[in-house]
């Protein structure tokens, strides 16, 4: 579980890098983008990787209505994390609607995974998206939301969300368990 655990580090602090050291990232310029792109990309295989090999010690076992929650919290990610908030008008004033939906997405697993490792990657996950947040919010304090789109836009990204589900579904499905009830 160590891999699993500096996975989950590593994502954390390319995250708060910019925040936290701001004159640090600074000082690399347009090759820090690539730094931290680096270290994002082997902080999610050390993740995979971690999340894959680790023992399963298992907490809770989930009532099978919470497979239903799950899918419904990953819809909502999945609305939350298109371009319905800039081209919609339902989240348009949301600040961080990705990283509330990031929080949905890690929520909804930490439901349906009772195990150690699952606790380990979607709860380091989820403290992330919620440390990110005021961070953000203290680093940039003045934000104003962009002109409202319109609902008929809101109704497109969420049946491309619904589209999306299904095939997110599917891959999940070659990688791990079948995510539909069955």
């Known amino acids: 579980m160590l891999l699993l655990v500096i996975g989950v580090l590593l994502w954390a602090f390319a995250h708060f890098f910019k925040r936290l050291m701001p004159e640090a990232r600074a000082r690399m310029g347009d090759a820090g983008r690539g730094v931290?792109?680096?270290?994002?990309?082997i902080s999610v295989v050390l993740m995979v990787i971690g999340y894959r090999q680790a023992e399963v010690i298992d907490l809770w076992v989930a009532p099978t209505w919470t497979i239903h929650v799950n899918n419904l919290l990953v819809l909502i990610a999945i609305f939350m994390m298109s371009p319905a908030p800039q081209k919609g008008r339902i989240l348009n004033g949301?600040?961080?609607p990705m990283l509330a939906?990031?929080?949905?997405?890690?929520f909804a697993h930490i439901l349906v995974n009772g195990d150690v490792a699952s606790l380990i990657l979607f709860g380091g996950l989820f403290l992330w998206a919620l440390i990110e947040v005021p961070l953000i919010n203290k680093a940039e304090p003045d934000w104003t939301p962009g002109e409202p789109g319109t609902?008929?836009?809101d109704g497109i990204f969420l049946?491309?969300?619904i589209v999306l589900l299904a095939v997110i579904g599917?891959?999940?499905y070659w990688v791990g368990p079948w995510p539909y009830p069955v």
Do not use: D, P, T
């Not at 931290?36 to 990309?41: E, P």
């Not at 939906?101 to 890690?106: D, L, M, P, Q």
């Open 36 to 41: 931290v792109a680096i270290v994002l990309v």
């Open 159 to 161: 049946i491309a969300s």
């Open 101 to 106: 939906g990031f929080r949905a997405w890690a």
């Open 170 to 172: 599917y891959i999940h």
């Open 151 to 153: 609902y008929a836009k």
């Open 94 to 96: 949301m600040r961080h």
